[in-house]
Each structure stands twice: as C-alpha cells, then as structure tokens.
Antibody, heavy 121, light 105 residues
Framework: EVQLVESGGGLVQPGRSLRLSCVAS????????MHWVRQVPGKGLEWVSG????????DYADSVKGRFTISRDNAKKALYLDMNSLRTEDMALYYC???????????????WGQGTMVIVS | DIQMTQSPSTLSASMGDTVTITCRAS??????LAWYQQKPGKAPKLLIY???TLESGVPSKFSGSGSGTEFTLTISGLQPDDFATYYC????????FGQGTKLEI
C-alpha cells in the first residue's frame, strides 16, 4: 500500500522559512516524479511544484518561483519543500502527491498524503 | 498558464440521479486531463486520467469524456458516498486545477 506522510508544517511569521518533508513507502520511490499541491481550507487545489524521478526536471508555479525549492532524496524515499520568504497567501494545507506514470513528470496524481498545515501569521 | 474553469460550482442532485460536470481549458490540453473526488477532511482521490481512463478500483459509474478544451465528468446512479467536491486537473503544461464543483444532496 502506498503511503505518503508529510511533516514540517506549523506556525511561522511572514518572511521566515519552513521546510516540509514527505516520506514515502509502498512503491519504488526513485521511479516516480513527486509533487506538492496546496489547498487553503475551504478552497480549491493549487499545484505548487514537481520534481522528476532523478531530479532532472523541476518546475514551480509562478506564485512560488524564486521562493520555494523542491528536492528529493531517493535513498531516504523523501521529498522536501524549502519555503522561504513566506507570505500570508502561502498559508494552506500542503499535500505531497505521487505522479501516476513511472519515470514521467507532469501527469495525474494517483496517491496523496494527508497534508501538513502551514500557517503564516 | 492554462486556466481551468469548472461548471457548475455547485450542483444539487438526488439519490439515483445522473449528473454531469464540465471543465473547460483556456487552451488545448489534448487529453491530458484528470478528475478527482475530494471529501471533507480528506485528500483528493484520482478518478479518471487521460480524460477518459478510469483509475484502477474506481467504479464504472464514473466516466469522463472530451478532448482539447472541453471535458465532462458523468456520475450515474448517485449514492450517498458520491456527494463530494470534484476537481479537474490539466497536466499538458505544468499543472493546474479547476476551482471545484460541490455535488450536494
């Protein structure tokens, strides 16, 4: 069974930094691209960033480009999101999600974690 | 950036009904479109990808169609478990989601 467990969320002041982590199990992590998607409670979904299986392709939404950095450690089966210069509009539940296609990049997302909440205040 | 627009934003229906949700893209996404179901307090669940391919384990009451800029999700024989919020997602260029359609009783 695929499991994605996010951590690292919390309360942070505007302008400060935070690192989110996502630990994966139940699949061959190194074969799949991974993504971060966020959701303001009660609102819709926003794709934030994605990283290919070997980190060769990385992309960001315009809203976070230059402030957020996605990375992964395939040996640890872990995905990260380093968030700098946080703004109140970054406050959301951050989901880690698995790309549906082996060794693909931009695809449907077939498994999601339960999310970690980031509060910027 | 590709903008995704869903309609309606809210859909009222009854048990046993068949409903259709529409998703329009601001430019062609070919068939690079997925549909998700999200229930309160839960992560989204993938229903359909490639515009019309049912994800493994998803009941056949869900079906998707369309290509280019216009897509539909049809849910037949509504049951209590189907009342949720549905999102479309394009993944032709980066990724973006529609604003969601809340299906309510």
């Amino acid at each position: 069974e695929v499991q994605l467990v996010e951590s690292g969320g919390g309360l942070v002041q505007p302008g400060r930094s935070l690192r989110l982590s996502c630990v994966a199990s139940g699949f061959t992590f190194e074969d799949y691209a991974m993504h971060w998607v966020r959701q303001v409670p009660g609102k819709g979904l926003e794709w934030v960033s994605g990283i290919s299986w070997k980190s060769g392709t990385i992309d960001y939404a315009d809203s976070v480009k230059g402030r957020f950095t996605i990375s992964r450690d395939n040996a640890k089966k872990a995905l990260y999101l380093d968030m700098n210069s946080l703004r109140t509009e970054d406050m959301a539940l951050y989901y880690c999600a698995k790309d549906a296609r082996i060794r693909g990049f931009a695809n449907a997302l077939d498994n999601w974690g339960q999310g970690t909440m980031v509060i910027v205040s | 950036d590709i903008q995704m627009t869903q309609s309606p934003s809210t859909l009222s229906a009854s048990m046993g009904d068949t409903v259709t949700i529409t998703c329009r893209a601001s430019q062609s996404v070919y068939s690079w479109l997925a549909w998700y179901q999200q229930k309160p307090g839960k992560a989204p669940k993938l229903l359909i990808y490639g515009a019309s391919t049912l994800e493994s384990g998803v009941p056949s009451k869900f079906s998707g169609s369309g290509s280019g800029t216009e897509f539909t999700l049809t849910i037949s024989g509504l049951q209590p478990d189907d009342f949720a919020t549905y999102y479309c997602q394009q993944y032709q260029s980066q990724s973006s989601f529609g604003q969601g359609t809340k299906l309510e009783i």
